[in-house]
């Protein structure tokens, strides 16, 4: 199952690729700003201000430390120390996404605020009561054991830390519309409802502070990015296909139709344990 997920998201020469989109868009890939990268690594539902909305929500500070767990390129852990002046700490399963992350955070000269680990989530080279936040977003989709991952989750997270979820949950049918940004095939895909992740947290002593549907918002969303993919009559410079390749030019029209068919829903949420 590890290795389906890690030829789902890996691309190869991924940190060379997007080096040479950089160069096409006229950008130093040496030197960047955070919306150099917006194309390419804010590919979550809602882009850069779905991050940037949630993370007002708690107070973050300079001395937080922040697990980002499911990181890929890094791009919410660029968004949250660049903002907050915050250490984050970012862990994905997929080496390209971690040396991409790695040669980027550089180029945007926040090295010195992030660091980042291939691993797998499930099982963490962590200490415990390691961080003040776990900020998870678009991560839960691949991960068939929630409740170990949660246990994960309580083991590095300190006494009343609290845990951030951005996430796509299942909605009223069974069967999503592939491909999807975390599956190409259903095998990796384990959707569960949000009422399924509300009840599997408070068996574990987690409390639910905040939770918003943002299906709707979602919709919205998808069906602009879809819009700009039907017009676009060749690929930009930069773009999700660097990351996705050609089935990138699918998620819209996929998407927005699992949004709009109840397939799909996606909720903001945040917890704290003791």
């Known amino acids: 199952m590890e290795n389906g997920i890690k030829n789902h998201y890996t691309s190869k020469n991924l940190k060379q ?13 040496e030197k960047l700003e955070l919306k150099d990268l917006s194309l390419i690594d804010q590919l ?3 882009g850069h201000l779905a991050t940037l909305n949630l993370a007002k929500k708690i107070n973050i500070n300079k001395n937080s430390k922040i697990l980002d767990a499911g990181c890929g390129i890094g791009g919410s852990s660029r968004l949250l120390a660049k903002n907050f002046k915050c250490f984050v700490t970012g862990i994905d399963l997929v080496d390209e996404f971690i040396n991409a992350a790695e040669f980027l955070t550089k180029s945007t000269n926040l090295d010195n605020y992030i660091n980042f680990h291939k691993g797998n989530i499930l099982n963490m080279n962590f200490n415990d009561n390691s961080f003040d936040y776990i900020w998870c977003q678009h991560s839960l989709m691949n991960i068939k054991d929630k409740k170990k991952l949660f246990l994960e989750f309580k083991r590095v997270l300190k006494p009343k830390g609290k845990l951030i979820f951005h996430e796509v949950f299942k909605g009223k049918k069974d069967i999503i519309h592939l491909p999807v940004p975390w599956a190409s095939m259903h095998s990796i895909s384990f959707l569960i ?5 509300n009840e599997l947290l408070k068996d574990l002593n987690f409390t639910c502070l905040f939770y918003e549907d943002l299906t709707i918002n979602a919709e919205i969303w998808w069906e602009k990015v879809k819009q700009i993919i039907k017009i676009s009559d060749k690929p930009k410079a930069l773009g999700p296909y660097i990351i996705f390749g050609k089935n990138s030019f699918l998620f819209g029209n996929n998407m ?13 949420s945040i917890y704290t344990c003791p």
């Open 17 to 29: 690729r997007i080096i040479k989109g950089l160069e096409k868009a006229k950008k130093n890939p």
């Open 44 to 46: 979550h539902t809602g």
């Open 193 to 197: 409802t949000f009422d399924e992740i």
């Open 256 to 268: 927005t139709a699992n949004l709009q068919e109840n397939r799909i829903k996606v909720f903001q």
